[in-house]
């Protein structure tokens, strides 16, 4: 085990131990230029921090169609 390579908040190191491996860079490289090694609570601290980006940039939901524009509905009868 190694120490928490997370930076705090007030930009100093964690120094707690780590515990769970991280990616340094979202997506599919899991080399180990691309992995760190966090606490629980660093890597719970990056994740939600992540999420929160991930979220701001989510595009919005498709609009609905004016009744006036849409095809009209065969008569079933």
């Known amino acids: 085990m190694g120490l928490c390579q997370g930076v705090l ?11 769970e491996v991280d990616h340094i860079r979202p ?10 090694l966090l606490c629980a609570w660093c890597h719970r ?6 999420s929160s ?7 919005p939901p498709p609009t609905s169609i004016p ?5 009209a509905t065969p008569d079933p009868w």
């Open 67 to 71: 009744r006036t524009k849409r095809e």
């Open 27 to 36: 997506g599919d490289d899991h080399s180990l230029e691309n992995l760190q």
């Open 53 to 59: 980006r991930a979220r701001a940039f989510k595009r």
């Open 45 to 50: 601290q990056k994740t939600q921090a992540e």
């Open 9 to 19: 908040p007030q930009g100093g190191r964690c120094e707690a131990v780590g515990t």
